[in-house]
């Protein structure tokens, strides 16, 4: 590094300072609250656990139940973007890059649109019901679609697939044809090719895919609130609330920093557990 | 030739694409059904929705903040992120992988988190919210993209042009504006795409830093919690067909590259 170059790196202050002022001091200071208490609809500093001993108490089925359901779509979506990578990349040939192009068509095309789209799709007078009745295979409208984990599950799978399939697809483009080629002419079975060879080469992209999903599912508020109707307790839409007029928001605080928690101990013993099945030999 | 698991893979390929097209298509199809139910039979097209939503003032109001919104982030998220970039790429150090993860943190929270932590601060120190509050919680989310995408492209960067240009007399900036911006401008151009196409479609950091107001997906949002007319399918879709847009053209200027 040459020192003309060295002394240019006031060029990344405006970045920093956005990142210091509008990104650090604010979550710090969220942080900090959660240790606080609020009286009166006012924050007063205080140096307490109660905040987080009430969220484990008073919160503990919700939490359970949101990251029975946050893990459960990044199992499902995790595993649907690693077949669907896979052939991208191994079996689809000149389709491929179309195939992920139409990836990064459903990556965009907005979040609330598709939420709303899987309201309409699931709803009692919606477009599976209307079709249905159509064809004439019911004759009332399925009541179940719609408000309940499934639909969450399903809207919230449909929002994070191509989130999940970016990152393992980028970690397959790199593992090279000629190995796994070699391992099937030395009479390694299909299955063994993919389980020895390359799953263990992407194990970072699939931890990644797998990070991404757990936590956008364990922390949203929008999906239960418009899909899973009102016995699905998932805990963003208990945050969500402490920030209203009535609001207490050190214990919101406290409530999203034990989600991050949970998502951390969870992806963690994940990570651990691929780092141990699928081991570079 | 291809065998029976190819062919089930590739099936499962298909029945993937459906899956992840299908919600989007009906979104289309039902913007120009004349019902003013969302369902099927499908009696018949017309652009009466079309007609009624542009009638209401509120619509474009949202429509021009969002304009403002994204407009401004995509200059200021890519002019910050760009010169950062152009330091972080030429670090050689064990610490740059630290430091992504640090640069990555907006975006490892749950949206829900950032949007609170915002709002909680910007209360604090007595900022009003509104559109300037939106812009400062777009830049903040939208900045780790634009970093990773610049940072990856002058990864390979040939600084030797560079040097050419400062040893024939050109000044930094002269040595920019001439030699290294024309090279890397469709990266740059396509970091801004994705930029403001990440910040045409939140929905939750702005839901808690706007304040009053509406940008579209916060106006979407009101219609989906009053009232159940067609128009909804609309505000939708426009959310759906600007993000889409923006990000073909970032993929069309980079050309998959980056």
Redesign the interface.
């Known amino acids: 590094?040459t020192p003309?170059?060295r002394s240019?790196?006031w060029?990344?202050l405006?970045?920093?300072t956005?990142?210091l002022l509008?990104?650090v001091?604010?979550?710090l200071?969220?942080f900090v609250?959660s240790f606080w208490r609020v009286r009166l609809f006012r924050?007063m500093p205080d140096a307490s656990l109660a905040n987080y001993a009430k969220t484990l108490e008073a919160h503990s089925v919700s939490l359970i139940f949101t990251f029975e359901i946050a893990f459960t779509i990044a199992v499902i979506v995790t595993t649907?973007a690693f077949?669907?990578a896979?052939?991208?990349r191994f079996?689809?040939g000149r389709y491929g890059t179309p195939?992920l192009?139409?990836?990064?068509?459903?990556?965009?095309?907005?979040?609330?649109?598709?939420i709303?789209?899987?309201?309409?799709?699931l709803?009692q007078?919606?477009?599976i019901?209307?079709?249905l009745?159509?064809l004439g295979i019911v004759n009332e409208p399925i009541t179940f679609l719609l408000y309940n984990p499934v639909a969450v599950v399903i809207t919230l799978s449909?929002y994070t697939?191509?989130l999940a399939i970016l990152p393992i697809y980028g970690a397959l483009r790199s593992i090279e044809d000629m190995p796994l080629r070699a391992a099937r002419d030395l009479g390694a079975s299909?299955f063994r090719v993919v389980w020895d060879v390359v799953l263990p080469q992407c194990r970072v992209g699939i931890l990644i895919a797998f990070?991404l999903c757990l936590?956008?599912a364990?922390?949203?508020?929008?999906t239960p609130l418009?899909i899973g109707g009102p016995y699905t307790s998932m805990i963003?839409k208990l945050?969500?609330l402490?920030?209203g007029f009535h609001g207490d928001?050190a214990m919101?605080?406290a409530m999203?920093f034990t989600?991050?928690g949970i998502c951390l101990v969870v992806i963690f013993m994940v990570g651990t557990l691929i780092f141990t099945v699928f081991r570079v030999r | 030739m291809s065998d029976l698991?190819?062919i089930l893979?590739?099936l499962?390929?298909v029945v993937?694409?459906v899956?992840?097209?299908t919600?989007?298509l009906?979104?289309v199809l039902?913007c120009f059904s004349e019902r003013s139910?969302?369902?099927?039979?499908i009696t018949g097209f017309t652009l009466d929705w079309f007609e009624k939503l542009f009638e209401r003032p509120a619509f474009w109001d949202a429509l021009q903040n969002s304009l403002i919104v994204t407009g401004t982030v995509g200059v200021v998220s890519t002019?910050?992120?760009t010169?950062?970039a152009?330091?972080?790429a030429?670090i050689?150090s064990r610490y740059v992988g630290p430091i992504m993860l640090l640069?990555m943190?907006?975006i490892?929270?749950?949206?829900?988190?950032l949007g609170?932590?915002?709002?909680?601060?910007?209360s604090?120190v007595e900022v009003r919210l509104g559109l300037f509050t939106v812009i400062?919680?777009h830049?903040?989310f939208t900045?780790p993209f634009v970093?990773l995408i610049v940072q990856a492209r002058m990864i390979g960067f040939d600084y030797r042009i560079v040097h050419g240009a400062?040893d024939l007399g050109a000044s930094?900036l002269k040595a920019f504006v001439t030699v290294t911006f024309p090279i890397i401008r469709p990266t740059i151009i396509g970091a801004a795409m994705v930029a403001m196409?990440l910040s045409v479609?939140?929905?939750?950091v702005t839901f808690?830093t706007i304040g009053g107001g509406n940008t579209l997906?916060t106006f979407?949002?009101g219609m989906?919690r009053m009232d159940v007319n067609p128009t909804?399918n609309i505000v939708?879709?426009l959310?759906?067909l600007l993000?889409?847009v923006?990000?073909?053209v970032a993929?069309r200027v980079t050309r998959w590259r980056g």
């Open positions: 590094m003309a170059i240019r790196g060029l990344a405006p970045y920093l956005v990142y509008v990104f001091a604010p979550l200071y969220f609250i924050l649907l077949v669907f896979y052939v991208v079996k689809a195939l192009f139409v990836v990064l068509i459903a990556l965009f095309g907005g979040y609330l649109t598709k709303y789209v899987w309201k309409t799709i709803g007078a919606g477009v019901n209307s079709a009745g159509l449909h697939l191509p299909r990070s936590i956008f364990a922390g949203d508020f929008v418009l963003g945050i969500q402490q920030f928001a919101g605080s999203a989600v991050i | 698991p190819t893979l590739r499962f390929a993937i694409v899956f992840m097209l919600p989007l009906v979104l039902f139910l969302v369902t099927f039979p002019l910050l992120g010169s950062a152009m330091v972080l030429r050689r640069i943190l907006p490892m929270l749950p949206p829900l988190v609170v932590a915002l709002l909680t601060y910007f604090t400062l919680a830049i903040v900045q970093i400062r930094h196409a479609d939140d929905f939750i808690f997906p979407l949002w989906l909804i939708a879709m959310i759906m993000t889409v923006v990000s073909l993929l």
